[in-house]
């Protein structure tokens, strides 16, 4: 199943978040709730686009290495 135009936004809106979040406390000191209340989201959104916060962080890094 495809994304729509809607979810990438929101999927945008996660990345944008969880850099910033990544950026200020690290790897172990982020928080996905505090990603998610960022990014206007909530926390099951995170998990089932990047399973765990291991993923979302892999996924903020392959996003800004390009």
Request: positive net charge.
């Amino acid at each position: 199943m495809g994304l729509t135009a809607l979810n990438l936004f929101a999927r945008r809106r996660v990345l944008n978040a969880a850099t910033a979040e990544f950026s200020a406390h690290g790897l172990s000191g982020a928080r996905t709730a505090r990603i998610a209340e960022s990014a206007k989201a909530n926390q099951y959104m995170i998990y089932a686009y990047f399973g765990y916060k291991d993923g979302l962080f892999d996924a903020v890094l392959e996003r800004n290495a390009t």
